[in-house]
């Protein structure tokens, strides 16, 4: 059974930092692209940036360019989102996701994440 | 960027009618291998999304065959022959041919 399951999520500071982590299994992890897209409650879905396969492209948002780094280690099908100098507006529920744009589409539940002081 | 308009932003449904939904892209979603970069996600009650249609009109594993995607280029319909109960929630777009990847603004479903 394929499985994504997000954690670290939490309350933080304005300019402090979290790191989320996605667990996957039940699928050859090391062969898919992985994203990190975040939900604010009740509003719709953006896009948070995305890791190739063998982690060699990043790609980000424009809105955390600079703040966030996404990577991964295979070797424990495990990807990571390093967020940092977090803000306000980074509030909101964080889904790992596999193969978007793909026939294998699939998102974790959600990590939550709040920044306030 | 890639914007994606979505509507309607809300639709009640009656449960054995049919329901559509329209996604309107700002560029051409049309890549040189033939294929529409364009999906349809599911977002049921307190749920994650879940993968409908994948590269404009095919099904997802599992997926039941009331639910069809069609469209090309800009223009993209997500269609349900007959709503059933369980249909309802939010329903995205998203395109990912180019980046970043963008999603519509969801589509309420509701009875």
């Known amino acids: 059974e394929v499985q994504l399951v997000e954690s670290g999520g939490g309350l933080v500071q304005p300019g402090g930092s979290l790191r989320l982590s996605c667990a996957a299994s039940?699928?050859?992890?090391?062969?898919?692209?992985m994203y990190w897209v975040r939900q604010v409650p009740g509003k719709g879905l953006v896009w948070v940036s995305r890791?190739?396969?063998?982690?060699?492209?990043?790609t980000y948002a424009d809105s955390v360019k600079g703040r966030f780094t996404i990577s991964r280690d295979n070797a424990k099908s495990t990807f990571y989102l390093q967020m940092d100098s977090l803000r306000a507006e980074d509030t909101a529920l964080y889904y790992c996701?596999?193969?978007?744009?793909?026939?294998?589409?699939?998102w974790g539940r959600g990590t939550t994440v709040t920044v306030s002081s | 960027d890639i914007v994606l308009t979505q509507s309607p932003l809300s639709l009640p449904v009656t449960p054995g009618e049919p329901a559509s939904i329209s996604c309107r892209s700002s560029?051409?979603?049309?890549?040189?291998?033939?294929?529409?970069?364009l999906d349809w996600y599911l977002q049921k009650p307190g749920q994650s999304p879940q993968l409908l249609i994948f590269?404009?009109?095919n099904r997802a594993s599992g997926v039941p065959d009331r639910f069809s995607g069609s469209g090309a280029d800009t223009d993209f319909t997500l269609k349900i022959s007959r709503v059933e109960a369980e249909d309802v929630g939010v329903y995205y777009c998203?395109?990912?041919?180019?980046?970043?990847?963008?999603f519509g603004q969801g589509t309420k479903v509701e009875i």
């Open positions: 039940g699928f050859t992890f090391s062969t898919y692209w």
């Open positions: 590269l404009g009109s």
């Open positions: 890791t190739s396969p063998g982690g060699s492209i990043t």
């Open positions: 996701a596999r193969d978007l744009g793909g026939s294998a589409g699939f």
């Open positions: 560029q051409s979603l049309l890549y040189s291998n033939g294929h529409n970069y």
């Open positions: 998203i395109q990912t041919l180019l980046t970043p990847p963008a």
